[in-house]
């Protein structure tokens, strides 16, 4: 935005530090926009003395006020729900995955490489996940990876909790763990 024009929007809706959504309008009662600077002051932004545009905006831009957030953000705060973001294909946090897993796992093992085989191998894989009741082991372990995340364990962290006993080299990745890295 150039200096000296208006604000395209009428007020900003912002989630606090304190978890809680605040607004600051644009426009003062006679219509005529703020302006940054006043702005920054009703943001109670440090703003020091000759400071050029061009740093006010990169002052502004680190403040929660100017920083994007997601409809689903706002409405969670709303009913004061904590939502933590997660890797999507993420192990540990999808139990999905480790289902398919299971499955492949399960197929490989027992596979002829045939079209045939492949279509009698599916049903018996799922039927081999219910018998050994696999379902029971990726949600202690989804459980157990929320818990850590809200204990404040970062991603190393909860990978080191599940490989890191397995593992002979450093762990930086769920997708850096080989079976050649496990000890046996």
Not at 29 to 53: H, M, Q, T
Not at 112 to 138: C, G, R, V, W, Y
Request: hydrophobic share 35%.
């Amino acid at each position: 935005m150039r200096s000296g024009t208006r604000c395209p929007v009428d007020k900003i809706d912002y989630i606090d530090d304190n978890n809680k959504k605040q607004t600051i309008e644009c426009y003062d009662d006679d219509g005529y926009s703020k302006g940054l600077l006043a702005i920054a002051n009703e943001l109670n932004v440090f703003v020091p003395r000759k400071c050029k545009l061009n740093d006010l905006k990169l002052l502004l831009s680190q403040h929660a006020a100017f920083k994007s957030v997601s409809k689903l953000a706002k409405l969670a705060t709303e009913y004061n729900i904590k939502i933590i973001f997660m890797p999507k294909y993420h192990c540990e946090t999808n139990p999905i995955e480790g289902y398919w897993c299971h499955s492949k796992q399960y197929i490989r093992k027992h596979t002829d490489k045939s079209f045939q085989k492949l279509t009698t191998l599916m049903p018996e894989a799922k039927a081999n996940f219910i018998e050994k009741h696999a379902h029971l082991k990726l949600f202690r372990r989804f459980w157990r990876t929320i818990k850590a995340y809200d204990q404040g364990k970062d991603y190393l962290e909860v990978l080191r909790m599940f490989f890191s006993g397995l593992c002979n080299d450093q762990i930086i990745s769920h997708r850096k763990i080989t079976n050649t890295n496990l000890d046996n």
